[in-house]
């Protein structure tokens, strides 16, 4: 158990559903994170939040949605998602302060879009 | 923004022999440079890590060094066993907790 949950662990959408993936981490830290992990692109950053703040957005399309209501819990609210969007979601978190630091990763939400 | 360039993207290996993974970065503000270890369906988890005002640190059978005027960093496990088979990722970053990872190393330790 490293501290850091997500759900589900497994999703599968239609292109017009509205689903959200769920992370909560339990180690007291001020930053998290969502990756997208596939094939193509392994770990590819998508977007931080630095104490509640997006600090960053990596050019992610406007179908994926993140929101930030408090330092343990970030959420990936998906909409009109395309097949080319499957991957593994990846959440993480590290302390955020004084920059740099090791990041801890959850199990991960297999998304599968048909 | 960053980039991280990460080679080979496959390495095979006799049990017992090293195994030597490189990594080049782009951004000089980079000042943090882990290695994470990921096994199949499981989660990336840190091997080792380097700052920048650390030329080479090492940890039983792992080391990584930095070389930040080529800006490159390198893995190094000695002494390979079956179940260091796994992918490897480097990854650098700033300040910003903007942590950017290579494409991945997918390394097979044969018995």
């Known amino acids: 158990e490293t501290g850091v949950t997500q759900t589900p662990r497994h999703l599968v959408m239609g292109m017009t559903n509205k689903k959200s993936l769920k992370c909560e981490q339990h180690?007291?830290?001020?930053?998290m994170y969502w990756y997208k992990q596939s094939a193509k692109k392994p770990l590819e950053l998508m977007f931080v939040?630095?104490?509640?703040?997006?600090?960053e957005n990596n050019s992610v399309p406007s179908r994926f949605s993140p929101e930030c209501p408090n330092s343990s819990h970030l959420f990936l609210h998906l909409h009109t998602l395309q097949p080319e969007d499957s991957a593994l979601y990846l959440c993480?978190?590290?302390?955020?302060?004084?920059?740099?630091?090791?990041?801890?990763f959850g199990e991960g939400s297999r998304l599968t879009v048909l | 923004g960053e980039n991280v360039e990460q080679h080979p993207s496959t390495l095979s290996v006799q049990e017992g022999d090293s195994a030597v993974i490189k990594c080049t970065y782009s951004?000089?503000?980079?000042?943090?440079f882990p290695w994470y270890k990921q096994e199949l369906g499981k989660r990336p988890q840190l091997i080792i890590d380097?700052?920048?005002?650390?030329g080479e640190k090492k940890d039983q059978r792992i080391a990584v060094t930095l070389n930040k005027t080529a800006k490159h960093f390198s893995l190094h496990i000695t002494e390979t066993q079956p179940e260091d088979s796994a992918v490897y990722f480097c990854?650098?970053?700033?300040?910003?907790?903007?942590?950017?990872f290579g494409a991945g190393t997918r390394l097979t330790v044969k018995p």
């Open positions: 993480a978190s590290s302390p955020g302060q004084g920059g740099s630091g090791e990041l801890f």
């Open positions: 180690l007291g830290h001020n930053a």
């Open positions: 939040y630095n104490f509640k703040e997006q600090t």
């Open positions: 951004d000089s503000a980079s000042n943090y």
């Open positions: 380097i700052r920048s005002n650390v």
């Open positions: 990854a650098a970053s700033t300040n910003n907790n903007d942590m950017r």
